[in-house]
């Protein structure tokens, strides 16, 4: 099947192009600058799918709220109308489980474009993504996890506030095979599901398990304090994997936490200079 993917040049959407050319002809399309109404006719021609991943994150919304209106949402209520017009048959779109408290203009755009989606005619799914993390050689990905890797690996651990905070951390490698399984299951109207782990690791967990992988890995174990929190804390978010569970099976079935932060140590300590 011929896949149009958008956002392949990003942390998640270039791990995505490379799962999906296993068993597909990828094509791609940069959004960053959105592309004319004719461009888009162009580049779904022939495709079966849509897999739409381009969009500013939160830093980039917070500093250009009017790009983010045309990148996150105008541009997926054209490419929804464009994908109806080629006669695509399936469109996934990558939401985040950040929605469930859209407190910020990255959060509001994306339910925006959310209801585009469950417009579609064809079948579709709106794939809550929960915070990934992985290494990667640009240093794209979940921050959180990467500073308290490169902190610890200096000493000391520093946890924001009480550390009471939690994420829903998933590996790279379990949400690009999920994704890459939903491509085409979609249902109409949307099937919106968290794409998830189901499980909410508090920050103070996250240190602890970073420090004692840290150890493991037979670098010194680092500290770990707590530090006045600058800011409001982020306000309480607990994806639900059940509907992916539902719809993927044991497939939906995700590497433990500590394996993968351990792998992630493991990468991250290879690529520093000797």
Not at 193 to 200: C, I
Not at 220 to 237: A, I, L, Q, Y
Request: hydrophobic share 50%; proline share 6%; aromatic share 6%.
């Amino acid at each position: 099947m011929r896949v149009l993917l958008t956002g392949a040049g990003g942390y998640l959407g270039s791990a995505l192009a490379e799962a999906l050319s296993a068993a597909h002809e990828v094509r791609t399309l940069s959004a960053r600058t959105p592309p004319e109404d004719g461009a888009l006719d162009a580049a779904l021609a022939g495709c079966g799918a849509v897999a739409h991943l381009a969009a500013l994150k939160g830093d980039e919304c917070a500093a250009d709220p009017a790009r983010a209106m045309a990148v996150n949402v105008d541009l997926t209520r054209r490419l929804v109308g464009a994908a109806e017009r080629a006669g695509v048959g399936s469109f996934l779109f990558a939401s985040s489980y950040f929605v469930l408290t859209p407190t910020d203009e990255y959060a509001r755009t994306k339910l925006l474009a959310e209801e585009a989606v469950r417009g579609f005619r064809g079948a579709a799914v709106v794939a809550r993504i929960a915070s990934v993390f992985g290494f990667d050689p640009q240093g794209r990905g979940q921050e959180v996890v990467a500073a308290f890797v490169r902190n610890g690996l200096a000493g000391r651990i520093a946890v924001s506030g009480d550390g009471s905070a939690e994420l829903d951390l998933v590996d790279r490698r379990d949400a690009v095979r999920w994704l890459a399984l939903l491509l085409g299951r979609g249902e109409r109207p949307a099937l919106t599901l968290d794409v998830a782990r189901g499980e909410s690791v508090t920050l103070a967990a996250l240190a602890a398990l970073v420090a004692d992988r840290l150890a493991a890995s037979g670098a010194p174990r680092p500290k770990v304090e707590f530090v006045p929190r600058v800011g409001p804390p982020p306000p309480p978010r607990r994806a639900d994997a059940a509907a992916l569970r539902r719809v993927l099976g044991p497939q939906a079935r995700a590497m433990p936490l500590g394996d993968a932060v351990a792998e992630f140590i493991a990468q991250y300590r290879l690529a520093q200079p000797r």
